[in-house]
């Protein structure tokens, strides 16, 4: 057998489509040869977080496509969508190495040749915590999530539990749209220091980026307090903890049922049997966020 450099491999393998039109023909002739099909879906600045989800679908499908595409219409702050980063070299260098087989990187004229008008259903999970701070925001994650399930007819999509709310809304797209894929989760990917994998933490000075970790280590120290101490306790504790550190200054921190997103006043409302605190955090004009899983 000869001796294939995996690197070279795959970086001879993957393809960059910018049209839909291309995409639907690399993706017909994989499904007419019955092979089954992963999409990851991320907006670049693509980080280990990005490719552990692409290791993932590596591992569960023939075909690996991964968009990368800044969707203006879930931005509902003009200067974060323009300040959003873009790195679309290093990005398919990186999706390249981690043998991706398709890099679907359109313009936006591509995906929205005319305004998307559609205005989803999506119930009470979109109406809490980002929802509410966001208004239109899952409206377009579900705009621009249900043109590229259409486009792939994915079998298996990835998303990150960091965005943990944003996975129960796409669940629920699925539902409303009918699509006939798996929904994978996959757990939040960390620095040493304990902070989340953000496309965002590159906007972090390196102050910032020293105080930020004090994110996840409160939340951490709290899963000490369940179920002892009663949520509203929780939730203060977190709150006020990481308020008191200079440069840090919550945004929002809900406990809600792991599978409704629904608040809960009690351990017992969850019924879901585990229940997750979202936080959002400003760290200066960079918003984090994280959550963890109380598990009851
Ligand atoms: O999580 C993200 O990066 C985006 O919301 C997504 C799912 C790629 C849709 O633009």
Redesign the pocket.
């Known amino acids: 057998m000869p001796i294939v450099n995996e690197q070279f491999y795959h970086s001879a393998q993957m393809k960059v489509l910018r049209t839909v039109r291309e995409l639907r023909e690399a993706i017909n002739s994989h499904r007419s040869a019955g092979e089954t099909i992963g999409l990851v879906?991320?907006?670049g600045a693509l980080h280990a977080g990005h490719i552990s989800l692409v290791d993932r679908a590596r591992n569960e499908n023939d075909v690996v496509v991964v968009s990368v595409?800044v969707?203006p219409t879930?931005f509902n702050n003009p200067d974060d969508l323009r300040t959003y980063p873009r790195t679309e070299e290093a990005d398919c260098r990186a999706l390249t190495d981690a043998g991706v087989d398709y890099a679907f990187i359109p313009a936006v004229e591509e995906i929205y040749p005319e305004p998307d008008n559609r205005q989803f259903d999506l119930g009470p999970v979109a109406e809490v915590m980002e929802g509410a701070m966001r208004p239109g925001h899952f409206n377009g994650?579900a705009q621009?999530?249900s043109k590229l399930f259409d486009f792939v007819r994915p079998d298996r999509a990835y998303?990150g539990e960091k965005?943990y709310q944003?996975i129960a809304v796409i669940r629920r797209m699925v539902e409303l749209e009918g699509f006939d894929l798996e929904i994978v989760a996959c757990p939040i990917m960390r620095h040493p220091d304990g902070l989340a994998m953000s496309s965002r933490n590159v906007r972090l000075t390196p102050q910032q980026r020293q105080t930020a970790p004090t994110i996840h280590r409160v939340l951490s120290e709290s899963l000490a307090m369940v179920p002892a101490r009663s949520v509203d306790e929780v939730k203060s504790f977190v709150v006020d903890a990481i308020d008191a550190t200079d440069g840090l200054r919550t945004e929002y921190y809900e406990i809600v049922d792991s599978l409704t997103m629904q608040p809960i006043a009690t351990w017992s409302d969850a019924t879901s049997g585990a229940a997750v605190g979202c936080v959002t955090v400003y760290c200066g004009d960079v918003r984090l966020i994280d959550n963890i899983t109380y598990r009851l």
């Open positions: 879906p991320t907006m595409f969707n879930q994650v621009i999530v998303f965005d944003q």
